[in-house]
């Protein structure tokens, strides 16, 4: 059975840094996109960035330049690096896997075409 595992959320100073991790089971991360997602409470789930089976990426304007996403093929293990945090930036951060053409549609950020998905972890930068 297919499984992503968030872990590395916590609370942390505005510009602090945190690295969030999504480890998967029974799934190869190689050939199929990858994402991170955020929801802040009260509001509705949001794109925060993604990674292609080639390793190209793409990013929420919000997150651009403080963000970055990688992955590692050997571990499936997918990253978010998260720089320079802002309180706006808290909220429950989810990975998610879909096929590689999800990485290629500029409907990205909503997520519905990503199928796999983990439990989030929480991040909370306090304002």
């Known amino acids: 059975q297919v499984q992503l595992v968030e872990s590395g959320g916590g609370s942390v100073q505005a510009g602090g840094s945190l690295r969030l991790s999504c480890t998967a089971s029974?799934?190869?991360?190689?050939?199929?996109?990858m994402g991170w997602f955020r929801q802040p409470p009260g509001k509705e789930r949001e794109g925060v960035a993604i990674i292609s089976s080639s390793g190209g990426t793409a990013y929420a304007d919000s997150v651009k330049g403080r963000f970055t996403i990688s992955k590692d093929n050997a571990k499936n293990t997918l990253y978010l690096q998260m720089n320079s945090l802002k309180p706006e930036d808290t909220a429950t951060y989810y990975c998610?896997?879909?096929?590689?053409?999800?990485?290629?549609?500029?409907?990205?950020?909503?997520?519905?075409?990503?199928?796999?998905w983990g439990q989030g972890t929480q991040v909370t930068v306090p304002s």
């Open positions: 029974g799934y190869t991360y190689s050939s199929v996109c």
């Open positions: 998610a896997a879909g096929p590689w053409r999800s990485c290629y549609s500029d409907s990205w950020p909503m997520g519905a075409d990503f199928g796999v």
